[in-house]
């Protein structure tokens, strides 16, 4: 049972460059969230898929955006990348269609750096 | 404002010994609350979670405690092994509001053998 899946597992940027950053989500699961984790912070949530629409979003500027298509993946998109936009982005999926507060699985993250 | 706030930023143990590790939270609506585990190069993988209508969850050598009059929660590890050494993050999410968790800072474990 293949768990979350995220790719690539590093890249590098430099600024003013957009990225984008793909997630497989645990077999079964059908909501995709987004969070960004700086060096020795805890995460923070970016937004939420769920049916292929934005359900709930974070305190991130418009340079974020996402996409989740019908097979449940998702993709991560950041223009006009900052050198704040150094971090590891994480992936995490859930059942939301059982509604409530269900588990949150994580995948290993893509870390990126811009230069 | 940090909504979820967790201490001891670090934590040195004694293996067989046990690591407590302590978070209140600001939001009475928040109404579920994990613990996440975190290596090196990997991402948070759940541990236990809990609810505020139970006062403490036990999971293995894992225990929750839950205070709701308090707003506050920990995470208990009996007999500490180097394997458990870590980062561990408290989180809370409110279901009116979506899912979405909100993390504490994180504490790091040191389990010496």
């Known amino acids: 049972d293949a768990g979350v899946t995220q790719s690539p597992t590093h890249l590098i940027k430099t600024r003013g460059q957009q990225v984008t950053l793909r997630c497989s989500p645990k077999s079964g699961h059908d909501t995709v969230s987004w969070y960004q984790q700086a060096l020795g912070q805890g995460p923070q949530f970016i937004f939420q898929?769920?049916?292929?629409?934005?359900?709930q979003r974070g305190n991130f500027p418009d340079r974020f955006s996402g996409h989740q298509f019908p097979n449940y993946s998702s993709e991560l998109n950041v223009n006009a990348l900052l050198l704040g936009d150094s971090a590891l982005y994480l992936c995490?999926?859930?059942?939301?269609?059982?509604?409530?507060?269900?588990?949150?699985?994580f995948g290993d993250g893509t870390r990126l750096s811009i230069l | 404002q940090q909504q979820v706030k967790q201490s001891p930023q670090s934590l040195i143990v004694q293996k067989g010994g046990i690591s407590i590790i302590n978070c209140a939270y600001e939001n009475t609506a928040f109404d579920y609350f994990p613990w996440y585990q975190q290596f090196p190069g990997k991402g948070p993988a759940l541990l236990i979670a809990?609810?505020?209508?139970?006062s403490e969850k036990k999971e293995g050598r894992f225990t929750i405690s839950f205070n709701k009059s308090a707003k506050q929660f920990s995470l208990h590890i009996m007999d500490s092994q180097p394997g458990d050494s870590a980062t561990y993050f408290c989180a809370a999410s409110m279901r009116r509001a979506g899912t979405a968790l909100i993390f504490g800072k994180g504490t790091t474990l040191s389990v010496s053998s």
């Open positions: 995490a999926s859930s059942l939301g269609s059982l509604g409530g507060n269900q588990p949150q699985h």
């Open positions: 809990i609810r505020p209508d139970v």
């Open positions: 898929y769920y049916e292929e629409e934005e359900r």
